[in-house]
């Protein structure tokens, strides 16, 4: 993916909002039109640094077939093309989040609380949450535990800790490729290892790559790593041997490791929801769990005969978000609308 797609609010702060969407996956965004449609504003927040979820993730390039009405669409146009829909609602988007906790305000509003110090209020929480937050899996390098955080990181959460640093990135796909561009600039100096010589990356980063590794601005090693060292939980090496048995030691104060990513559950399972299957068990008429004004939509929702399909999420959308109009605007009466028949629901989305 070229670009991150859209403008992050920055971590921190206190918010409100009418609906707090935790996942901006195909679901969740889609859910910020349907609830736009009704007058009520969103905010999502999303562990990964661009909206998207599976589709951008997991299966960005794959043609999807079974959109209605679209007779083949890559999970990336897909995402693409939602961003567009839901733009005249002007969604926030709290990135590179994890919502850890749920709690009530004083005013009786939901409060949300992320791992970077946000907090959201608003009457409702909507859980797009799929297959559990993405996590980068951790790599197999023996003794990593004890650099873990401290000065070895398997995602960037804030750019600006990496200035300055003598930093080796491990890994050959998009994130590892991204962020050795991305660093470049800032880092006092770069050393990208990957085990082959060819890269899983899209092919524009790889050249790019290519082209700092020949303006001497970073260094490339294709070596498998063997070991750390360092003390204190302060890493100064990194040990490798290449395919032919030549060993090397590369000088660094940070590391950076980008071995894919996996899906957990994640801090929604000390929510206190009831859970089903490891996914929040909901009714089907308005898709809410058993906590009143939290709700769930997409993949993380269970209930009888559930299809993880995108098709099955963008219905729930629909009538989750009939069903927080009521805590949004207690007072208000929900008159049902078509897009085509309805003035105001027309002006609302141009
Ligand atoms: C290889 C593959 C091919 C597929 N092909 C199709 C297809 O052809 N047609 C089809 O309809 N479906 C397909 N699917 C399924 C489809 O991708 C899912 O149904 C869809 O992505 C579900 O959307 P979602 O928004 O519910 O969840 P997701 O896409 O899983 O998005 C959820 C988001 O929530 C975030 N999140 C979770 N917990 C937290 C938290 N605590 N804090 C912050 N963020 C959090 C995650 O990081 C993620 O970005 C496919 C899936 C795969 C894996």
Known sequence: MADKMVEAVPPGGSHETDVVIVGAGPVGLFAVFELGLLGIKARLIDILDHPGGQCIELYPEKPILDIPAIKSISGEQLT???????????PKFHLNEMAIGVSKSDNDNWRIETDMGTTIEAPVICIAAGGGSFQPKKPPIPGVEDFEDQSVFFAVREREKFRDKTIVIAGGGDSALDWTINLEPIAKKITLIHRRPDFRAAPDSVEKMQELVKAGKIDLKIAQIKGLTGEGGMISAVETETKEGEKDAIACDTMLTFYGLTMKLG??????????????????????????????????????GKLKLILSGFHEAALMSHGAFHYVFPEKKLKFQHTTSSKSLREKVT
Do not use: W
Not at 277 to 299: L, M, Q, Y
């Open 267 to 304: 801090p929604i399972a000390d929510f206190g929801l009831n859970l089903e299957e490891n996914r929040i068990a909901v009714d089907t008429e308005k898709f809410e769990s058993s906590v009143p004004g939290i709700f769930c939509v997409g993949d993380m929702a269970h209930y009888p």
């Open 80 to 90: 693409r093309q939602l961003l567009e829909q839901i733009e005249p609602f002007e």
